[in-house]
């Protein structure tokens, strides 16, 4: 199975921070790669499909990069509702895997 | 309102069997793949299984094979994962979703509450 590994695990930003959240593949994936965002105690949410579409509704301060092996997750302008925990999802290959996620806390 | 609605989550015993349910509404349920991810407490979110939408496909993660299985109702609008013989690691929040196509990529684009399952004695 491809594995994906998030960097960082964790980080702290402030309101108004630019944040990146990078996931890399263990072999090229093309650009089959989706971020998801999901926040306690709820259901996981589509941020960005095909590694740089930006979902439906979706503010466009995210934005995601990469082809092949590395790929980025990055939010322009952090906002207090963007605290959370990210993760990104291969779905280049069965069986799908998902990063081991990456947890937005307030600095 | 395009959603999906996950049933079924229970305690049961290791080596037990539970079935769980995904109710779909607000969409054309035939005409798209669905999937279950589930999330052991704590942990990081786990893609389990996948079908197409006539049901001729199915995937799985390798730690559930040969002992889930998931499968669909069209008629019925209904997504069910069949789970046996099963372990304390399955343990989890069951999430079902559904798998947008768009240009060949898939996209879980639309997510149920979650039902929970706990397997212990």
């Known amino acids: 199975a491809i594995q994906m590994t998030q960097s960082p695990s964790s980080l702290s930003a402030s309101v108004g921070d630019r944040v990146t959240i990078t996931c890399r593949a263990s072999?090229?994936?093309?650009?089959?790669l989706g971020w998801y965002q999901q926040k306690p105690g709820q259901a996981p949410k589509v941020l960005i499909y095909?590694?740089?579409s930006l979902q439906t509704g979706v503010p466009s301060r995210f934005s995601g990069s990469g082809s092949g092996t590395d790929f980025t997750l990055t939010i322009s302008s952090l906002q207090p509702e963007d605290f959370a925990t990210y993760y990104c999802?291969?779905?280049?290959?069965?069986?799908?895997?998902f990063g081991q996620g990456t947890k937005v806390e307030i600095k | 309102e395009v959603q999906v609605v996950e049933s079924g989550g229970d305690l049961v015993q290791p080596g037990g069997s539970l079935r769980l349910s995904c109710a779909a509404s607000?969409?054309?349920?035939?005409?798209?793949?669905m999937s279950w991810v589930r999330q052991a407490p704590g942990k990081g979110l786990e893609w389990v299984a996948n079908?197409?939408?006539?049901?001729?496909?199915?995937y799985y993660v390798d730690s559930v094979k040969g002992r889930f299985t998931i499968s669909r109702d069209n008629a019925n609008n209904s997504l069910y994962l069949q789970m046996n013989s099963l372990r304390a690691e399955d343990t989890a929040v069951y999430y079902c979703?559904?798998?947008?196509?768009?240009?060949?990529?898939?996209?879980?684009?639309?997510w149920g509450q979650g039902t929970p399952v706990t397997v212990s004695s």
């Open positions: 979703a559904r798998d947008r196509a768009v240009a060949g990529r898939f996209c879980l684009d639309t």
């Open positions: 607000g969409f054309t349920f035939s005409r798209y793949w």
């Open positions: 079908i197409k939408e006539d049901g001729s496909e199915k």
């Open positions: 072999q090229g994936i093309r650009n089959d």
């Open positions: 095909a590694a740089s």
């Open positions: 999802l291969q779905d280049y290959n069965y069986p799908w895997t």
